[in-house]
């Protein structure tokens, strides 16, 4: 279905020379003198590569419509990542390229989102917070506060974390997945 260029807004998905992007900002201009035209940033689905685009008044903008489905992570094997939908119980296998660093964030049954075109998987999105042991690290020693610096630890899907220096083995954390995997604090 082509869009006008007055439909492109926050959020919409459209196919720009073969690829799938989603509007992050559009800003709908109407100068003075000349034709309106839309000055909108996009991100490419599949390498997350973010670009501004202008959009003339008469071009047509095909939209794509991209499948969101629940997805729950089962194991690993050959270079791919299998996952089992959530509503029909299908098994889709995801090539780790298209998974990428979030791999190592991935712990058994974790439910996910996973954005598909036309059959093709475009990416994941991880939950903003996952729960993760402690199974390797320095020991804390008494007095180590969280201000004076990190050192590193190894949670149970073997991602390495930096943590403050208080947190032990058998330590339960919470990680903050938007930024890669930082530490957020202990859980008791």
């Given at each position: 279905m082509?869009?006008?260029?007055?439909?492109i807004k926050s959020g919409v998905t459209i196919l720009v020379e073969g690829d799938v992007y989603v509007c992050l900002d559009a800003q709908h201009v109407k100068p003075g003198k000349g034709a309106a035209f839309v000055r909108a940033r996009l991100r490419n689905m599949k390498t997350n590569n973010v670009?501004?685009?202008?959009?003339?008044?008469?071009?047509?903008?095909?939209?794509?419509?991209v499948e969101e489905r629940k997805l729950q992570y089962q194991y690993s094997s050959g270079g791919m990542f299998h996952f089992m939908d959530s509503d029909n119980f299908e098994e889709i296998a995801i090539p780790e390229d298209t998974v990428g660093?979030?791999?190592?964030?991935?712990?058994?049954?974790?439910?996910?989102?996973?954005?598909?075109?036309?059959?093709?998987?475009?990416?994941i999105t991880l939950p903003n917070f996952i729960e993760f042991n402690i199974v390797e690290t320095e020991p804390g020693i008494k007095g180590d506060s969280s201000k004076s610096g990190n050192k590193p630890a190894t949670v149970d899907t073997g991602a390495i974390i930096q943590v403050p220096l208080f947190i032990n083995v058998g330590d339960k954390i919470k990680v903050d997945t938007r930024t890669g995997g930082t530490y957020v604090e202990r859980i008791n």
């Open positions: 082509a869009l006008s260029i007055n439909e670009q501004e685009k202008t959009f003339r008044g008469d071009e047509k903008i095909e939209q794509a419509f660093d979030k791999a190592k964030l991935l712990k058994d049954n974790l439910e996910i989102e996973g954005y598909f075109f036309k059959g093709e998987t475009l990416s």
